[in-house]
């Protein structure tokens, strides 16, 4: 009989819950997970959601196109289609962004993902309601789309249930337990002490207020994530494609027949993460809480891109809040004996979350990487300036900046 690593998972959002998925079905560990409200209910739930695969880096890239590819498996399994896959296009105006465009178009070609160019009147025809350029160009990625990221999050725990782990709701994990500087469990709000081989911190924004009990420093911040959605629009169809224009910082997706836009600020607002309620639907940034002066520093723009938002209703508004490191990728990897941690994913968790899954599945079964891991330690900011501090005011800021210089999904 194998004898499986005893795991706990700190969080059921779809970070803990595709790990769980990837070391429960690996049958080398026995996971049990810990989340303190419901699956999936955390910022998990307040993403747009965008799984686009042209990313900053061909590791990135092909940590999304693993989601890709075990989202349609588990749509199989589960006998439940629930992603969008209407396809993305990213446009290029400026000479930097079409040389950004021709190496996504190299990194889609290693990884055997279909991509087409298109001119200004082939965007015009996907997406009549956005006014581009005439020398626009864009790169087609007809299979990239998005997916409701709490059934995506569902999925993976259902799947890790069904593989024998035990995922365990409404039960808060108060501290870590460590002996001689080792971790060796964890004990929860209700006093019971829950021994582990090892320790995955997937608690999201919290996870730093957490580990700096440990003197384990996560170099991220809190900061503001947002997106309006129109009302009813004629025009848009749930079946056009999604668009990232950099030139703009903005991006497009249909939500149903409205339309769903988001803009990365040029001043981000950033929280202290020990502000961060339990109930992240409670929580308001302490700054332009409903997004008015962000709308209206693009608003010009977005108007030039979009002119039906002229006549349209902003039927919603969602402030959220996502985990930014300096460099914009994720903290995976091991911090101390026997813990590991999977957050500061920067706006894309949704995307990269069956990489993570993988990806630290075979760092904790201590097995060959899919991906060079290097690229995401949580060592890397080890020596920077401002120091990784994720309590220092200072360095909070300078991951609001990765926040703004975001060019991709
Ligand atoms: C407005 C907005 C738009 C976004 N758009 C996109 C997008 O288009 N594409 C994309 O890929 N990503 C997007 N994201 C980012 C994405 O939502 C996150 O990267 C992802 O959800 C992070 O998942 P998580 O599991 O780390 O965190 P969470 O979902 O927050 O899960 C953490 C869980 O840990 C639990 N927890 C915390 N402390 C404890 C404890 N002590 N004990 C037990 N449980 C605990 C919490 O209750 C929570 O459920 C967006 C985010 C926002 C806010």
Redesign the pocket.
Known sequence: MVNKQQVVI?????????IAHYLQTSGQAQVQL???????????????????RARSSDNSASM?HETHTVMRTLEQRFNMPFAQRSGCLHIAVHDDERQQQQRYAQQAQQLDVATQWLDSAAIRRLLPWLAVNADSRALYYPDDG?AD?YTL?QLYARSARAAGAQIITH????RLESQGGVFTGVHL?SGECIRADSIVL??????AA?ASDYDIALAMAPV????WITNHQPQVRADQPMAIIPSAKA?FRSEHSALLF?VRDSQCCVADPRALP?D?HSFHFADDANGWLALEEHWQTLQALCPLLESAQLAHY??????YTPDAK?LLGRVGENVFV??G?????????AGIGRLLSEQILDKPTFVAADEFSPARFAGMQPAADPLSADFRQYCAHARSGKST?
């Open positions: 700190i969080g059921g959002g779809i970070l803990g819950l595709a810990f989340e303190r409200g419901e699956l999936g209910a955390g910022t998990t739930s307040q993403a747009a959601a965008l799984l686009t999304v998005h990221p999050a039960c808060a994990v108060s709000a997937a608690a999201g924004p919290w996870s957490l503001r994530s947002h997106y991006y988001g339990d992240i969602l402030s959220g809040v996502s985990s994720p999977a957050t994913c920067s706006g894309a968790g949704i995307a990269f979350s999904g």
